[in-house]
């Protein structure tokens, strides 16, 4: 009788031929990001990547608190401290509903309590009109790679990309709905198959990028050096390209999502809605388009500008 469905495939298992729960776990997530995300976290803890039952279960939450007061002992962010814990809880609750646990370690009445997180509070970088414009113009200015760099930069402000997806973009990504340019999103961190509008005059950078790679299909973003030609720009080649072109304009060191916050806030400041740039930022809420108001209204309208001293001579 021909077998019609595949055969399933083996636990993945240590060198001693137990099942290893955290590769186990890490199948549950389809973004390579998120899995490299966990799986650095949770090796962190337990110090190694192949965690077999036995070890889980002599987890308590004392070795829980203990793990988080070191990491404060090493002055980590809170935001590490979160991400940490919250990548625990998460594989502890997987192994409950397995029936593995009977309860979480991690559990929020259990561990110690962490120094909140105020994102209202959080600043935002992002870029003027005049820094990303000179920005554009240093990337452009490499003889071998200024093209490829410049679009990339202009694509990632425009569409406010996270690099993820700017390294996920193939050829026919960019195609025509209508009468506008889209840019098809098939895997984000809200969800897949998205898209956002291309401006006319990114899909025109694009259209000459192509054009003087020679870039028919595949891979949009490409390496230009003598050891990867040809193949796709990973995401941390993309954070190099905008540090590196930040280095050559004189700006502060900023990353990728600098981009974005810069798409998100230029557009703002121009007038488009809370609603526009959320949909065309893809946030899943709007207090999260609401931080780039709060920022600015914050700054403009300060307790700071009505001090008024009478300040000494200087020496």
């Given at each position: 009788?021909?077998?019609?469905?595949?055969?399933?495939?083996?636990?993945?298992?240590?060198?001693?031929?137990?099942?290893?729960?955290?590769?186990?776990?890490?199948?549950?997530f389809?973004?390579?990001?998120?899995?490299?995300?966990?799986?650095?976290?949770?090796?962190?803890?337990?110090?190694?990547?192949?965690?077999?039952?036995?070890?889980?279960?002599?987890?308590?939450?004392?070795?829980?608190?203990?793990?988080?007061?070191?990491?404060?002992?090493?002055?980590?962010?809170?935001?590490?401290?979160?991400?940490?814990?919250?990548?625990?809880?998460?594989?502890?609750?997987?192994?409950?509903?397995?029936?593995?646990?009977?309860?979480?370690?991690?559990?929020?009445?259990?561990?110690?309590?962490l120094?909140?997180?105020?994102?209202?509070?959080?600043?935002?970088?992002?870029?003027?009109?005049?820094?990303?414009?000179?920005?554009?113009?240093?990337?452009?200015?490499?003889?071998?790679?200024?093209?490829?760099?410049?679009?990339?930069?202009?694509?990632?402000?425009?569409?406010?990309?996270?690099?993820?997806?700017?390294?996920?973009?193939?050829?026919?990504?960019?195609?025509?709905l209508?009468?506008?340019?889209?840019?098809?999103?098939?895997?984000?961190?809200?969800?897949?198959?998205?898209?956002?509008?291309?401006?006319?005059a990114?899909?025109?950078?694009?259209?000459?990028?192509?054009?003087?790679?020679?870039?028919?299909?595949?891979?949009?973003?490409?390496?230009?050096?003598?050891?990867?030609?040809?193949?796709?720009?990973?995401?941390?080649?993309?954070?190099?390209?905008?540090?590196?072109?930040?280095?050559?304009?004189g700006l502060?060191?900023?990353g990728?999502?600098?981009?974005?916050?810069?798409?998100?806030?230029?557009?703002?400041?121009?007038?488009?809605?809370?609603?526009?740039?959320?949909?065309?930022?893809?946030?899943?809420?709007?207090?999260?388009?609401?931080?780039?108001?709060?920022?600015?209204?914050?700054?403009?309208?300060?307790?700071?500008?009505?001090?008024?001293?009478?300040?000494?001579?200087?020496?």
């Amino acid at each position: 009788m021909t077998q019609l469905l595949p055969s399933p495939s083996p636990l993945p298992q240590t060198p001693s031929g137990e099942v290893n729960l955290l590769a186990l776990y890490l199948e549950r997530f389809d973004r390579p990001n998120t899995r490299r995300a966990y799986q650095n976290d949770l090796i962190d803890f337990f110090g190694t990547p192949e965690v077999t039952l036995e070890r889980v279960r002599h987890v308590t939450f004392v070795e829980v608190n203990r793990y988080l007061q070191a990491l404060e002992a090493q002055h980590r962010k809170p935001a590490t401290l979160h991400r940490r814990l919250a990548a625990l809880r998460g594989f502890f609750d997987w192994l409950v509903a397995l029936g593995a646990l009977t309860h979480n370690p991690a559990h929020r009445q259990l561990v110690r309590r962490l120094q909140p997180i105020h994102a209202s509070s959080r600043s935002v970088l992002y870029l003027t009109a005049e820094e990303a414009a000179r920005l554009l113009e240093a990337a452009g200015s490499d003889p071998k790679a200024g093209l490829r760099d410049y679009t990339l930069l202009l694509t990632l402000i425009f569409c406010t990309l996270r690099r993820s997806e700017a390294a996920a973009m193939d050829v026919q990504h960019l195609r025509r709905l209508g009468a506008y340019w889209v840019l098809e999103l098939p895997q984000t961190k809200g969800g897949a198959h998205q898209f956002v509008k291309v401006p006319e005059a990114v899909v025109e950078a694009i259209e000459a990028m192509k054009n003087h790679y020679g870039i028919v299909q595949g891979p949009l973003w490409r390496s230009l050096s003598r050891r990867n030609y040809g193949r796709r720009l990973t995401p941390h080649s993309i954070y190099r390209i905008v540090v590196q072109a930040a280095q050559r304009a004189g700006l502060p060191h900023i990353g990728a999502h600098t981009l974005r916050h810069t798409g998100c806030t230029l557009a703002l400041e121009a007038g488009a809605s809370l609603e526009q740039v959320q949909a065309h930022a893809r946030h899943r809420h709007i207090a999260t388009t609401l931080r780039y108001i709060h920022q600015r209204d914050r700054l403009a309208s300060s307790a700071a500008d009505f001090i008024r001293i009478e300040l000494p001579r200087k020496p």
